[in-house]
């Protein structure tokens, strides 16, 4: 079983960052692939990014590409996304997800969820 905390949202203006983390309970971190998504009110979950094992592959949806950065430190068990140049329409409920079996952006590929974080973006 992995627990997964998030951290870090709040509310931003338009062109701000924040740096969300995700801390895993899993001794085993290293053997996960994780991802972060998000939600949006009325809209289905959303992939947003997501990191190898090793840290050495990662992937983002086209409209975060340049903007955000998903990074893992498997020593301290977590992983972050940090967002730069933030804009109103990335307001959601972010939600850091774990998968033991794949290296996916399909949210049923993903074993574990946090209980997620809101991030809202003023214009």
């Known amino acids: 079983q992995v627990q997964l905390v998030e951290s870090g949202g709040g509310l931003v203006q338009a062109g701000g960052s924040l740096r969300l983390s995700c801390a895993a309970s899993?001794?085993?971190?290293?053997?996960?692939?994780m991802g972060w998504f998000r939600q949006a009110p009325g809209k289905e979950r959303e992939f947003v990014a997501t990191i190898s094992r090793n840290g050495g592959n990662t992937d983002y949806v086209g409209s975060v590409k340049g903007r955000f950065t998903i990074s893992r430190d498997n020593a301290k068990t977590t992983v972050y996304l940090q967002m730069n140049s933030l804009k109103p329409e990335d307001t959601a409920v972010y939600y850091c997800?774990?998968?033991?079996?794949?290296?996916?952006?399909?949210?049923?590929?993903?074993?574990?969820w946090g209980q997620g974080t809101q991030v809202t973006v003023s214009s």
């Open positions: 899993a001794r085993t971190f290293s053997s996960y692939t």
């Open positions: 997800a774990a998968s033991s079996d794949y290296y996916s952006g399909l949210p049923m590929d993903y074993n574990y």
